[in-house]
């Protein structure tokens, strides 16, 4: 087959995790009195990390704030942890693309800029431990996405080069990440951003349904 690997985007692509991010994020904001946002607005705050994410809902005045941010992030980070599995789920499709590719051989990873340990836990409840060779999070030390870095270490680990790979994911900076590590970028339009996002990121095609992903193969 042209492509022996796929590198999965979490948030967006795999699994619809927005209304516990925008709940849990939303107490937070309540807890120091400041508005909260309608959870459609936060497809737009998601995606490069959960300090970046606090510092974009946070308001204008108060954005700058280190020592607000770091509060708000540790805080968002419990409420998180106690509402992570409240209404998040695969999206339609997704398992059973996810069968069709491993009938077929094909190795499956993750990458996200969620937190490792978060990203590591979800992906665990959701698909259980063997479905995914490699899953990395948000890292110490380890620049986000749309650095390839990750996404570069994971094609070394597999085995696999990195021309060989897949790259789905629902945003830009997915989009980014698969160009700078030289894989075959797709878009998942059914996740929190739209297809022009995508295809002016770098896109090379856009599918609208999780099965799509077989014909690309």
């Not at 209304?19 to 107490?27: E, I, P, Q, R, T």
């Not at 409420?79 to 599995?85: A, F, L």
Request: include cysteine.
């Amino acid at each position: 087959m042209k492509y022996s690997g796929i590198l999965f985007d979490l948030d967006g692509t795999l699994l619809d995790t927005l209304d516990d991010l925008a709940n849990s994020m939303n107490v937070v904001l309540q807890k120091h009195g400041f508005p909260v946002h309608d959870t459609e607005k936060y497809k737009y705050f998601i995606g490069n990390g959960m300090e970046t994410l606090v510092k974009r809902v946070l308001p204008a005045a108060n954005s700058e704030d280190k020592k607000l941010r770091e509060a708000c992030l540790e805080e968002f980070r419990t409420e998180y942890g106690r509402r992570w599995h409240e209404q998040t789920k695969p999206y339609d499709g997704i398992n059973q693309l996810l069968d069709a590719l491993e009938t077929k051989g094909i190795q499956l990873s993750v990458l996200s800029n969620k937190a490792d340990s978060f990203t590591r836990i979800i992906i665990e409840r959701y698909f259980g431990s063997q479905r995914f060779r490699f899953v990395f999070g948000a890292r110490e030390g380890v620049p986000k996405k749309p650095d390839p870095g990750s996404a570069l270490e994971i094609a070394g680990l597999s085995g696999i080069p990195a021309a060989k790979y897949l790259y789905l994911g629902d945003s830009g900076v997915d989009m980014q990440t698969a160009t700078a590590a030289g894989m075959y970028a797709v878009g998942a339009a059914w996740g929190f951003r739209e297809e022009e996002e995508l295809l002016q990121n770098g896109a090379r095609v856009v599918i609208k349904q999780p099965e799509e992903l077989l014909a690309l193969l």
